[in-house]
């Protein structure tokens, strides 16, 4: 039997129709769409667009999961950036399926940890995994638009899914330049706390090279008259991270210290997430900009701020540290928690 999954976010929407396969523990792909959100007045004309019109030789899927992008009460969820209105009953009376479910779209990550193949991510602490008792805890943090934070325990094929808001923790600068930092960005975006996510996305890496940009010494820099282009065109501004990578790979000494600040605010939360939940089992790193700075990850300057722990970094050291760069994770993570619907229905 078939089975469908969804990664539907604020501005697209990514179906995939998949099938079990014998002595193979993941998903196949059979077909999939990507469909561009604000074309659409509603998710249903979506997925019955995919169902009817791009999947009518396949076979229909008997079981659904929807992996969204925004807050979900009672397998209801509603995108904010889209106003739709989603109902899980609802999807499934309509399009007939057997069982289907709403998951976070970041928590859902932790239903594809374990079905995952070696050229699905990459090992950059091998960690050990003897050394604690929470040999089934997880944790995994992603910087994309955002910054979403999920933890889980995986015992063989069982999943139990432990959603979190860690991404909006308290920002902790450690330097007299983070603390400016810290306070450039209240003044800019007039807000009395500054969030992880404001730093840690790609966003944020916009947002340090704005402040940086911003000093005496950048007023001649390339990317000083960009940021003027920026206040009328957000599409410019989803450039800006890419625009950064490359200036600092290129040897630009500004762009350089930007991405440093972030990389070091990344590796320090992660640290922190490891301590938190000491997830021996392994720690992944995820999102939209992990396989961009897979080089940076595996830098012994970055594993040294990630272990910078004082009293405790040996723990840190034990704990296994993965990078998934698999750029389609959050559907191969929907599909296989629909696959676990079909198995258990």
């Not at 925004?70 to 999807?91: F, H, M, V």
């Not at 909006?168 to 992880?196: A, D, F, G, Q």
Request: glycine fraction near 8%; proline fraction near 3%.
């Amino acid at each position: 039997m078939n089975f469908l999954a969804c990664d539907l976010g604020g501005t697209k929407v990514l179906l995939g129709i998949f099938e079990i396969v014998i002595n193979d523990n993941s998903p196949k792909l059979l077909f999939k769409k990507k469909y561009k959100s604000s074309n659409w007045d509603s998710f249903d004309l979506i997925l019955e667009d995919f169902l009817k019109n791009e999947c009518k030789n396949i076979a229909h899927p008997a079981t659904a999961c929807f992996a969204v992008a925004g807050p979900l009460s009672n397998n209801n969820a509603k995108i904010t950036n889209l106003s739709w209105d989603i109902s899980c009953n609802e999807l499934k009376k309509k399009f007939k399926f057997k069982s289907c479910e709403l998951v976070n779209d970041f928590a859902v990550q932790i239903y594809g940890i374990p079905f995952l193949k070696k050229s699905q991510y990459c090992n950059i602490q091998i960690g050990n995994q003897s050394a604690g008792s929470n040999k089934d805890m997880h944790a995994i943090v992603g910087a994309g638009t955002g910054l979403g934070i999920a933890r889980g325990i995986i015992s063989g094929s069982k999943v139990k899914v432990l959603a979190s808001e860690g991404g909006h923790v308290e920002y902790s600068p450690k330097s007299k330049l983070e603390w400016e930092l810290k306070n450039w960005l209240k003044n800019s975006l007039k807000v009395k706390r500054i969030s992880c996510e404001r730093i840690i996305s790609g966003n944020g890496l916009s947002r340090i090279a704005e402040w940086r940009l911003s000093k005496s010494d950048a007023k001649n820099h390339p990317l000083r008259g960009y940021l003027k282009e920026l206040k009328i065109s957000d599409n410019l501004r989803k450039e800006l991270p890419q625009k950064i990578c490359n200036l600092s790979n290129q040897g630009d000494a500004l762009m350089i210290q930007v991405e440093g600040i972030w990389l070091d605010a990344y590796a320090t939360l992660l640290g922190d997430v490891a301590l938190q939940e000491l997830c021996f089992g392994g720690l992944w790193i995820s999102g939209g900009t992990a396989p961009k700075h897979i080089k940076n990850f595996k830098s012994s300057l970055f594993m040294k701020q990630f272990s910078d722990k004082g009293r405790l970094k040996d723990i840190l050291k034990n704990i296994p540290v993965n990078v998934i760069l698999d750029e389609e994770f959050g559907l191969f993570s929907a599909a296989c928690r629909a696959k676990m619907l079909l198995q258990i229905g």
